[in-house]
């Protein structure tokens, strides 16, 4: 069954602490991003990663980071520099970087 | 900067009623266009994309999108939404000079009353 998965589903964490989302898809693309999600704002990409080895950043990407060590995973740091850090994350995933891109189900994390 | 414009935040309608929502965007070169679809609950998905050719592009559940290149606009339709279109719509642009970077609008959340 082919397709994006995050984890975990819902995340809390402390204020001052680091914590780290996964994202893993098997539909072998090669490009893969991050989007974070706030009401009324649609969806504003973080990172991107064209191919694995290699990110850039996005807009918003102060107080994040990520890493591509393998084509099939793509995992964000939320940083305890992010200052407004609760919100829904999703990571999704295109073959090329020009093309359509899936989505995966999404964290919702919360700092408490 | 390049960027989308959705230009309702919330529209509501009773079944069987057509639906138009707008997207502008703002970038004048080559452009991809698409819509995504939120359901409550669900993944965002694809609704329908554009890469070139037929300005008028057919999606899933009976969408339809028509570009017009001159007024830089992307607007989505249905002749008549049914109860199960209740959700949440994103229009999203790129292009080759931002590296395939997908701008997205603000969002337009769609009430079908049954």
């Known amino acids: 069954d082919g397709g994006i998965t995050q984890s975990p589903k819902y995340l809390f964490r402390k204020e001052g602490q680091n914590v780290t989302l996964s994202c893993e898809q098997n539909?072998?693309?090669?490009?893969m991003y991050w989007y974070r999600q706030d009401p009324g704002q649609g969806l504003r990409l973080i990172y991107y990663s064209q191919i694995v080895n290699d990110f850039q950043k996005g807009d918003i990407a102060e107080g994040y980071s990520v890493s591509r060590e393998k084509k099939e995973s793509f995992p964000l740091t939320v940083t305890s520099a992010q200052k407004n850090p609760t919100a829904f994350y999703l990571c999704a995933s295109s073959r090329t970087i020009e093309g359509e891109q899936f989505f995966g189900p999404g964290t919702r994390l919360t700092v408490l | 900067a390049q960027s989308v414009s959705q230009h309702n935040h919330h529209v509501i309608l009773s079944e069987a009623a057509s639906l138009e929502l707008g997207c502008n965007y703002s970038y004048g070169g080559t452009v991809n266009l698409f819509w995504y679809v939120q359901y409550p609950g669900q993944h965002l998905q694809l609704l329908l994309k554009?890469?070139?050719?037929?300005?008028l592009v057919k999606g899933i559940k009976g969408f339809e999108a028509e570009f017009i290149k001159s007024k830089f606009s992307f607007n989505l339709r249905k002749p008549s939404v049914q109860w199960s279109d209740t959700a949440e719509y994103f229009c999203a642009v790129n292009n080759g000079n931002q590296g395939g970077k997908l701008i997205f609008g603000q969002g337009t959340e769609l009430s079908v009353k049954p």
């Open positions: 539909l072998n693309h090669d490009a």
């Open positions: 554009y890469f070139s050719g037929d300005p």
